[in-house]
């Protein structure tokens, strides 16, 4: 159906469905009317038909639509959650622009085994979710992070010349330490759920098998945020890195600005990301000797002893080394704090 030309390729794609059913919807993954897009988009896309309940929501100038196989789930929970998702995203990228974010949320079957999970592609993310179950923090999460991926990974692209898996140490790794900061901000998390979350991610990447392993040799076998080890340590590096940014500043800027310089860059069409470049970002947005650590981890394997603050000042990391752990701030009300973050 497409010509068979490279990926970058620009080509105007607009999609008609015939013979579609009464009271059924036809969707596909960029949405209605004529779009100027990639082929690499227009192979990536996903197609759908059946019945539908809808949930729209607006922040400044982001819009959610999302679309949940009817009979399935508690749409009103979940609109709930994605709207507050959407509302706290939209504040770290402060939109110049308007921009559509699809969701499409598919039941499976129920199995003990498999885990939900999600991807992202243009504009859009695709969920795979127990349809046995209705709408909690699990799902909602699941939705942070690939909505997350409608910047980091989508518009702020990453690519050049390294194959994919050796960047997912910022675009799976930032994407994770975002997903519990748009969670814990919307509240979707309680203060329980969030510290819960930052501790087993904590405990996860000291635990992992390939903790010490350079990038360039870390087995990336399929498994998710849970396992893989580059959306472990790419999220403890994204946390190392805001700490740093935070107190060298007084508190004035946070890897949200980073984020903000990256988000910049894509849209002045400069080169993909690749970790080099990632490199020199974080060299000219927090020191030189944060960016030599963050190569050190990152790309040579090195173990990160995490500072006590990189979680902010509701909790401490404690620990050196692999017996590091996350603890409520000692005399502070964790849930009092966690409402003002
Ligand atoms: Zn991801």
Not at 45 to 68: C, K, V, W
Not at 116 to 123: E, M, P, Q, R, Y
Not at 158 to 169: H, I
Not at 278 to 284: P, Q, T, W, Y
Request: aromatic fraction near 8%; hydrophobic fraction near 40%; charged fraction near 25%.
């Amino acid at each position: 159906m497409l010509p068979d030309v490279p990926d970058d390729t620009r080509v105007r794609i607009e999609v008609g469905f015939a013979g579609v059913p009464a009271g059924q919807e036809a969707l596909w993954s960029l949405g209605p009317g004529p779009h100027t897009t990639t082929t690499r988009a227009a192979r990536h896309a996903y197609f759908a038909i059946g019945r539908f309940a809808s949930a729209t929501d607006t922040a400044q100038q982001l819009t959610l639509e999302a679309r949940f196989a009817e009979g399935h789930f508690d749409v009103p929970a979940a609109r709930r959650d994605l709207g507050k998702l959407l509302a706290a995203e939209a504040k770290i990228f402060a939109p110049d622009r308007p921009e559509t974010l699809r969701v499409l949320v598919v039941p499976m079957p129920h199995d003990d085994d498999a885990d939900d999970h999600g991807t992202s592609l243009t504009g859009s993310a695709i969920l795979w979710m127990d349809g046995g179950l209705k709408w909690g923090e699990a799902q909602a999460r699941l939705a942070a992070h690939e909505m997350f991926h409608l910047y980091l990974g989508q518009i702020i692209d990453r690519g050049g010349d390294e194959p994919d898996e050796r960047t997912y140490w910022f675009s799976e790794g930032f994407t994770e330490h975002y997903t519990d900061v748009v969670m814990a901000r919307a509240k979707v998390y309680d203060a329980q759920g969030w510290l819960e979350m930052l501790r087993l991610r904590v405990r996860r990447y000291h635990q992992h098998p390939q903790c010490e392993t350079p990038n360039d040799k870390a087995e990336m076998r399929w498994g998710g945020a849970a396992i893989q080890l580059p959306y472990l340590r790419g999220s403890m590096v994204a946390a190392y890195v805001d700490a740093a940014m935070r107190r060298a500043s007084g508190g004035k800027r946070s890897l949200d600005d980073l984020m903000r310089t990256l988000l910049g860059r894509a849209r002045r069409h400069e080169a993909p990301l690749d970790s080099e470049r990632m490199l020199g970002v974080i060299a000219a947005e927090a020191g030189k000797e944060v960016a030599a650590t963050v190569r050190a981890v990152a790309l040579g394997g090195q173990r990160l002893t995490l500072p006590k603050d990189a979680f902010g000042p509701c909790v401490v990391v404690t620990g050196e080394g692999d017996k590091q752990d996350v603890v409520a701030a000692p005399g502070v009300d964790l849930a009092k704090c966690f409402a003002s973050l």
